[in-house]
């Protein structure tokens, strides 16, 4: 569990993690790394866990969160606003990727029909 800091007296680093991995997944991972990054850095770690990707976006835009772990497309807004990415992941000498959606020929699939699809 992440300790309380009494509102105004910040002196924690806050750390976001992306809603990815689940709720039960992500919290005990929150609390490993805090543990972790409270050692490494000397100071109070608070990891949080967003809601959503948006929500860990407008967390780091408003200095909610100091620093965070996000998938490419979130840290491409981010830096698009201005945000430095400090570590990106690399693949084949490359920091970017394609992917493609693939359907069997005949299926009736359309754009209209995908758009909303999970």
Do not use: I, N
């Not at 409270?38 to 929500?55: D, F, I, N, P």
């Not at 201005?82 to 493609?100: E, I, K, N, P, T």
Request: charged fraction near 25%; glycine fraction near 12%; charge should be positive.
């Amino acid at each position: 569990m992440t300790p309380h800091v009494p509102s105004g007296s910040r002196h924690s680093f806050r750390f976001g993690l992306p809603p990815s991995l689940g709720s039960e997944t992500a919290r005990e991972r929150a609390e490993r790394l805090a543990s972790f990054l409270q050692r490494a850095l000397g100071k109070l770690v608070e990891v949080g866990v967003a809601t959503s990707y948006e929500t860990l976006a407008k967390d780091l835009l408003s200095g909610r969160a100091d620093a965070a772990w996000a998938p490419p497309f979130v840290c491409a807004r981010m830096e698009a606003m201005g945000v430095r990415v400090l570590v990106r992941g690399v693949r084949r000498g490359m920091s970017s990727y394609r992917s493609a959606l693939v359907g069997r020929a005949g299926s009736g699939l359309t754009l209209e029909k995908l758009k909303g699809a999970k």
